[in-house]
């Protein structure tokens, strides 16, 4: 998967959870969990973004390394819901089965970076 699709799918992930919390009940639990999750998916693809853009291959992988914490919240923070009863566990499996694969492909890459990083600096 390249950089773009990887872009258009962290943006798409951030766009579904926006909709996502649109229909959630009013209240404060809602309110908080929902502003949690808010922040969280919709930083993936900006961070992923930045990381994109990044100035070394170390900023690289550090940036990665926030995609990931954000991806994992996100999932965290949708399965909140769930389990306070704000959300069904039907409505959120979708995006917590995304969050979790994009952590798992952030981690792949990442993994991947380092190495290559490592090989550099042995040459």
Not at 18 to 32: A, D, H, N, R
Not at 55 to 67: D, M, T
Not at 81 to 100: H, R, S, Y
């Amino acid at each position: 998967m390249d950089q773009t699709e990887l872009k258009t799918r962290t943006k798409r992930f951030g766009l579904n959870v926006i909709e996502l919390v649109e229909q959630l009940p009013k209240g404060e639990t809602s309110y908080v969990l929902r502003r949690q999750l808010l922040r969280s998916a919709t930083s993936v693809g900006a961070n992923y973004r930045s990381a994109c853009r990044g100035r070394s291959r170390a900023e690289f992988i550090a940036k990665l390394g926030v995609v990931i914490e954000e991806a994992d919240e996100s999932a965290y923070w949708l399965e909140m819901l769930v389990d306070a009863g704000k959300l069904q566990q039907e409505q959120a499996e979708g995006l917590i089965d995304e969050a979790n694969q994009l952590v798992a492909i952030f981690t792949a890459s990442s993994k991947t970076a380092r190495s290559n990083s490592k090989k550099r600096q042995a040459s």
